[in-house]
């Protein structure tokens, strides 16, 4: 394990994968030249410009949802792409995203005159990746809905009271991380709990809905238009009652799920430890240095965490493909990654599923090194 140059905080380091679906694939193409002269605005951090570019599409005719999921989607999915090939600086990307939220923010939001019905729409907690979230809320408010935005990393039981007071008919909840999916797992039963059904979406949810299903949603779109087609199309089917309902997860009764997350901190430890006994060079690492290697075997741990409790290898073979990617873009070497794996896999001896995911992502990760 080689120390990087890379964010350490988890979001920073997943930000071009949360861009990845913010422009639908059905995408106006007369968006295309307005998105390169918003890019421009953008990489440029001028955000008057920016705004100016927003009010000129819509003065030419694209309409505000096209605006908004076409224009504005698709440059924070170039934002964070740059990004990950080491284009744009962290202090560049998190200006970007300012101000493609503030360009949301100068879209005209006209008022139904009898709105559909209300929805809510949030980030399940821990999750701070709003824009998504914020995307889907702009556009069903554009399709005639009364919508409570409530933005990032929202806790559960505050989510459920909120329900409450607002009397929304269904929730749209916002994952990006996959480590989020517990706690989504979690926000999607307690709603559920008072009888309001749930649909989600969100990078942390895969392409096909299989996760969303195994969790108990009861809807999942892609992205912002086919969720507010699904909403438009009638209402979700409400809820299971709780004495209905089938355990989706009975992998995790081997508690694999829970030992690895209650000894994360020792695991990380542990293998930095044995990391520097291995690989004596690792000994001269400064301060960052080591920080920064903490900070990646930590992020290996939780990714590993949430493939044993969706038992999905994908969400643990992707993440390392695409740490792999950005790695390399950065001037380190993909084998860097190797060592940790190995050490994880002698600390984890008792842990077959654990095992087998980590030698499932050492295999494809060698295979491209």
Known sequence: MTATSRPGREGE?????????LASPDRDERAVEWTDKLWTAVRAADEYSAVDVIHNC???????????????????????????????????????????????????????????????????????????????????????????????????????????????????????LPTRLPLAHAAITAVQAVGTPVMVGGLAFGTDGRRAHRLG????????????????????????????????????????????????????????????????????????????????LAHIVDFLAAALYVDDADIFTGFLAWTADVLTARGVPARSLLPGLDLLTEQLHDFPRARGLLGTARAELAAHC
């Open 58 to 176: 819509l003065e030419a005719g694209l309409t505000a949802e096209t605006v908004l999921l076409d224009v504005i989607g698709a440059v924070q999915h170039k934002v964070g792409a740059e990004w990950a090939a080491n284009r744009m600086s962290v202090a560049d990307e998190h200006a970007a995203t300012a101000i493609n939220d503030r360009v949301i923010a100068a879209l005209p939001m006209p008022r139904p005159a009898t709105p559909r019905g209300t929805l809510t729409v949030a980030c399940v907690d821990k999750e701070w990746h709003a824009l998504p979230a914020r995307l889907l809320a702009e556009t069903l408010r554009l399709r005639g809905w009364q919508v409570s935005y409530l933005g990032a990393q929202v806790p559960t039981a505050h989510l459920v009271s909120q329900i409450h007071r607002s009397g929304a008919t269904a929730v749209c909840l916002s994952a990006a």
């Open 217 to 296: 949603a009861d809807a999942w779109a892609p992205e912002a238009r086919t969720a507010a087609d699904r909403l438009a199309a009638g209402p979700l089917t409400g809820p299971r009652p709780p004495h209905q309902a089938v355990d989706d997860l009975p992998h995790l009764a081997d508690q694999e799920y829970t030992m690895v997350t209650r000894s994360a901190r020792s695991l990380v430890r542990e293998t930095l430890h044995r990391l520097e006994q291995r690989f004596p060079t690792m000994r001269d690492y400064d301060d960052e240095q080591r920080e920064r290697t903490a900070e990646d």
């Open 13 to 21: 380091s997943a930000r071009h994968r949360v861009g990845a679906r």
